[in-house]
């Protein structure tokens, strides 16, 4: 049974329809992409998966659960990192996942945690003094204290620097390594086609494409992710 | 520690480290009633107030000013920035309620506010023999319904600003009105009566602290009406509260 499945999902809010019909499953394991321009539906439909939103139409399966109806159960088993979620500038990073991890049944050790995210050093600094690149490993961090089965990464590397955009990949790679599903938003094509084992590429609402970014490539006679993208989402319109 | 526990620990931690608010809110009230003692007459008897000192009159005045900030635009601005930082819609993917947010900042605000009242009194009583309340369980229950019924009022801007600066806007229609009825423009005595009977029922409870202070009974129907804000006003943020 895959870990997530979408059928036919619909969200509007008043007369603008923000998600038409969308539908992708992902398998225990995997790194899956949510691939689109802003405004194209990603955010909805992943809100829609945590239970933030009620899809107006279509189903969701996360984890075998209904998000509409079991949410704190759901809260439990899925890790989030929001785009655009900050912390309180003075609070200290040990104690924000320290903070997390009481929220949970069985928390990940923080020392361990801080290690892995390279963030030891920063234990004690406060979350308004720290970089955008270790501002997002503190949210990896956060969306991993619970010791998640799906961890949900949204926009994870915008206005980060290519160094930290690159240290962040490596350590989404380390997360699917420790056992744990991905579904990652971007609307970066050379992230997705780094990381993502498959990937749906949303426009206007809609899924137009789904599969891994070598069939993409193929299926749209382009030599890279972005060329496909364009030409895929161009013909959609 | 239970996780309520560790949240309010946390955010009181937070909170202190930007301490402006929590001084403010424990000073304020004391260094007012100095100032206000320091100026000629204040503290002798006036007959225009009826025998009483100015001095008296304005110390339930002064417990307003210290409810009035934390609970109208503290703790709005507070909640505000978690919304508009997304703190609060974080918080909503967790297994914890947002709501958990709300109360251990209202635990903070009241703790603070509390400090600040018991520090006025000790002052007033020390200072210019402003007498310790008559009847101390009275004023105690009247000053949590005062509390109560103020905070509510400030939890419902806290549910419906979307930003810090929306929820600074949104607490001054509130805040200039509590803090008129409440005497601190103008002292209550001196006020054209149908504002007096106004500021009788309306948060944080002005009259019914005084009469509970110097001992004259206080009036079941005011606490009654502190009650119901307090009820309405909580309900009302409960149901109005949105995490973006």
């Known amino acids: 049974m895959p870990l997530i499945e979408v059928t036919d999902l619909r969200k509007r809010y008043g007369t603008r329809v923000a998600v038409d019909g969308v539908s992708f499953t992902v398998e225990r394991g995997e790194i899956f992409g949510i691939l689109g ?6 955010t909805t439909t992943v809100e829609c998966l945590q239970g933030l939103r009620r899809a107006d139409g279509g189903t969701i399966s996360v984890l075998g659960l209904d998000p509409a109806t079991d949410h704190l159960a759901l809260t439990r088993r899925v890790g989030v990192q929001l785009q655009e979620s900050r912390l309180p500038a003075k609070l200290r990073v040990r104690e924000a996942l320290e903070l997390f991890a009481s929220f949970y049944p069985e928390p990940a050790d923080i020392d361990v945690l801080l290690d892995q995210l390279g963030l030891r050093d920063h234990a004690r600094s406060y979350f308004g003094k720290l970089s955008g690149g270790q501002k997002q490993r503190v949210s990896i961090a956060l969306a991993l204290v619970g010791q998640p089965e799906l961890a949900i990464l949204d926009e994870l590397t915008t206005g980060l620097d290519p160094h930290a955009r690159r240290e962040t990949w490596q350590l989404v790679e380390g997360v699917r390594a420790a056992g744990v599903t991905v579904l990652l938003v971007t609307h970066f094509m050379d992230e997705a086609e780094r990381l993502c084992d498959r990937v749906a590429i949303f426009d206007a609402g809609r899924v137009v494409a789904t599969g891994t970014p070598t069939e993409l490539r193929a299926t749209a006679g382009a030599s890279t992710l972005d060329d496909a993208f364009v030409s895929l989402t161009r013909s959609a319109r | 520690m239970s996780t309520f526990t560790k949240i309010t620990a946390t955010e009181a931690k937070v909170f202190l480290r930007s301490p402006f608010m929590a001084i403010a809110g424990v000073l304020l009230p004391t260094v007012l009633l100095l100032a206000i003692g320091a100026i000629p007459g204040m503290t002798e008897p006036s007959e225009k ?3 009483y000192r100015f001095i008296d009159a304005w110390v339930p005045s002064l ?8 609970a109208l635009q ?4 507070a909640v505000a920035t978690y919304r508009e ?13 947002p709501a958990n947010l709300l109360v251990a900042q209202l635990a903070i605000h009241v703790a603070v506010a509390l400090a600040g009242i018991a520090l006025l009194l ?5 200072a210019y023999d402003v007498p310790l309340p008559k009847h101390p369980l009275v004023f105690l229950l009247t000053l949590l319904l005062g509390v109560v019924s103020t905070f509510s009022l400030g939890l419902i801007t806290a549910s419906i600003a979307s930003t810090a600066k929306s929820a600074g806007a949104l607490a001054m229609i509130l805040f200039i009105p509590i803090m008129f009825f409440g005497g601190v423009y103008l002292p209550r005595p001196l006020m054209p009566a149908v504002l007096q009977r106004i500021g009788d029922y309306v948060p944080p409870g002005s009259q019914p602290l005084q009469d509970a202070w110097v001992g004259t009974g206080v009036q079941p129907l005011q606490l009654a009406a502190l009650a119901a804000f307090a009820v309405l006003g ?6 109005l509260f949105r995490w973006e």
């Open chain 2, 234 to 239: 909580t309900a009302l943020a409960a149901r």
């Open chain 2, 85 to 97: 930082q997304g703190v609060l819609r974080r918080l909503a993917t967790t297994p914890v309620h």
């Open chain 2, 63 to 70: 417990v307003v000013i210290a409810l009035a900030m934390l």
């Open chain 1, 37 to 42: 321009t802003n405004g194209a539906g990603k």
């Open chain 2, 122 to 126: 000790g002052a007033a009583d020390i």
């Open chain 2, 49 to 51: 107030a009826g025998g």
């Open chain 2, 74 to 77: 503290s703790i709005p601005a």
